[in-house]
């Protein structure tokens, strides 16, 4: 069973800095493309940023210049580093990952469960 575990949020000041880490495990063959999104009460799930298999990145507008996506394929392993945090920012932030899965030669998305990010004074 193929798994996602997102860690790292919590509450911080505006201006801080947070990392999030989602770690995948379980019978992976291969991960495609990997992303962070984030849903905030009362709004609709948002993505943040992507990440190829080829590291080529990609980030919704408000975030550009303030947050970094990466990844570690030797570990399975996505972050997004996050830098001159705003209130705007706070939401429920979830990881999703293409993968291919030992016995189904095809990509399919997969979502972690969600980590909170609180930016407040």
């Known amino acids: 069973q193929v798994q996602l575990v997102e860690s790292g949020g919590g509450l911080v000041q505006p201006g801080g800095s947070l990392k999030l880490s989602c770690a995948a495990s379980?019978?992976?063959?291969?991960?495609?493309?990997m992303g962070w999104y984030r849903q905030a009460p009362g709004k609709q799930r948002e993505l943040v940023a992507t990440?190829?298999?080829?590291?080529?990145?990609d980030y919704v507008a408000s975030v550009k210049g303030r947050f970094t996506i990466s990844r570690d394929d030797l570990k399975n392993t996505l972050y997004l580093q996050m830098n001159s945090l705003k209130a705007e920012d706070s939401a429920v932030y979830y990881c999703?990952?293409?993968?291919?899965?030992?016995?189904?030669?095809?990509?399919?998305?997969?979502w972690g469960q969600g980590t909170q990010v609180t930016v407040s004074s």
């Open positions: 990440i190829t298999k080829r590291d080529i990145t």
């Open positions: 999703n990952a293409n993968i291919m899965v030992v016995g189904d030669w095809r990509y399919k998305g997969f």
């Open positions: 379980g019978p992976i063959v291969s991960i495609d493309t």
